[in-house]
T-cell receptor
Framework: KQEVTQIPAALSVPEGENLVLNCSFTDSAIYNLQWFRQDPGKGLTSLLLIQSSQREQTSGRLNASLDKSSGRSTLYIAASQPGDSATYLCAVGDTGGFKTIFGAGTRLFVKA | KAGVTQTPRYLIKTRGQQVTLSCSPISGHRSVSWYQQTPGQGLQFLFEYFSETQRNKGNFPGRFSGRQFSNSRSEMNVSTLELGDSALYLC????????????FGPGTRLTVL
């Protein structure tokens, strides 16, 4: 059974700092790994999608890596800003069934 | 392209009632998934539909059901509501399933009194 874990559960950093969010999964049989952002009480916004055959994806200040063999992904945020404050979720597209499985998320707070 | 829309955005019901939530996917998307999000359990998968067929179902009681129409719009129904059903219900659409990017709607906030 696929399980997705995110560490840390919460993180507070000063503005301008570079940071890394971690995601691990137990079964390497995945289609892809997707990182999302969620603002309080809102839906999810897709940030980056990494296909299982890829190693990383970049969008602006965000870089996500995927190591399928070790079951790990990281989301790197460069030069953090207060507007980056949100909950970040990772999710894997599970080949064991037609579903996407989510981690519990990392709540990020960037202090001005 | 218009994004994923969900109606209604907010609902207040009492225990024992039933509720129907609606999701309109992005044009051209044929897969719709539903999730329940609560502070204690996080995002939990409810079910996934593709071309009017349910392909997978999460570990929820039979009170939770859904369907998809020929235009890919989807509805989910919860019968005999319980206090624990209070949650944010999110739907996501994609071209053909979890191998594709998932796009989420804003959610329906259900409160059961």
């Amino acid at each position: 059974k696929q399980e997705v874990t995110q560490i840390p559960a919460a993180l507070s950093v000063p503005e301008g700092e570079n940071l890394v969010l971690n995601c691990s999964f137990t079964d390497s049989a995945i289609y892809n790994l997707q990182w999302f952002r969620q603002d309080p009480g809102k839906g999810l916004t897709s940030l980056l999608l990494i296909q299982s055959s890829q190693r990383e994806q970049t969008s602006g200040r965000l870089n996500a890596s995927l190591d399928k063999s070790s079951g790990r992904s990281t989301l790197y945020i460069a030069a953090s800003q207060p507007g980056d404050s949100a909950t970040y979720l990772c999710a894997v597209g599970d080949t064991g069934g037609f579903k996407t499985i989510f981690g519990a998320g990392t709540r990020l707070f960037v202090k001005a | 392209k218009a994004g994923v829309t969900q109606t209604p955005r907010y609902l207040i019901k009492t225990r024992g009632q039933q509720v129907t939530l609606s999701c309109s996917p992005i044009s051209g998307h044929r897969s719709v998934s539903w999730y329940q999000q609560t502070p204690g359990q996080g995002l939990q998968f409810l079910f996934e539909y593709f071309s009017e067929t349910q392909r997978n179902k999460g570990n929820f009681p039979g009170r939770f059901s859904g369907r998809q129409f020929s235009n890919s719009r989807s509805e989910m129904n919860v019968s005999t509501l319980e206090l624990g059903d209070s949650a944010l219900y999110l739907c996501a659409s994609s071209l053909e399933g979890p191998a594709d990017t998932q796009y989420f709607g804003p959610g329906t906030r259900l409160t059961v009194l």
